[in-house]
């Protein structure tokens, strides 16, 4: 399979997103923000998400195929969520035009200013509006897969 284009990743994330708040199985007991790989290859992700104080980006979860990882464990305090996330196996990412700061390197950083002259990597990362809900899941497919999004 060829690897993905930024458009195709970016394309096939708004058609998730535009699948709405589709459950899948049941919803669990905890109230979580996960991410599942739906793909047939390692995946990482980067989150970025507002705290308390100001902008937070962390990474890397490294995810194989058909496993899922909690990001921010408990109940969600933001409505938008923002991911960035790499094919390592076919090449590819899915990405936005939120940009972050992120590294090679597993990382937390505060603050989106200024990512290069801080020394770090700027990156598009994908928003997922969760509606204020309290948990959230994330699920990224393969482009010929329906991807969905659920609370």
Do not use: H
């Not at 195929?65 to 790499?86: H, K, M, V, W």
């Amino acid at each position: 399979m060829a690897p993905l284009s930024q458009l195709t990743r970016t394309a096939l994330i708004a058609l998730t997103i535009l699948a709405g708040t589709v459950l899948t199985g049941t919803v669990p007991a905890l109230a979580d923000f996960r991410m599942c790989n739906r793909t047939g290859g390692m995946v990482g992700v980067a989150i970025g998400y507002r705290d308390t104080k100001s902008w937070v980006t962390e990474g890397w979860w490294n995810l194989p195929p058909d496993q899922c990882e909690t990001l921010i464990p408990g109940p969600l305090n933001s409505r938008f969520y923002y991911i960035y996330a790499i094919d390592y196996d076919q090449g590819g990412e899915w990405s936005g035009k939120a940009f972050m700061c992120t590294r090679e390197k597993k990382f937390t950083i505060n603050g989106i200013e200024e990512c290069v002259a801080r020394g770090f990597e700027r990156t598009g990362f994908f928003e997922i509006d969760t509606g204020e809900q309290r948990t959230w899941t994330v699920q990224l497919t393969e482009p010929t897969q329906a991807g969905t999004v659920s609370r």
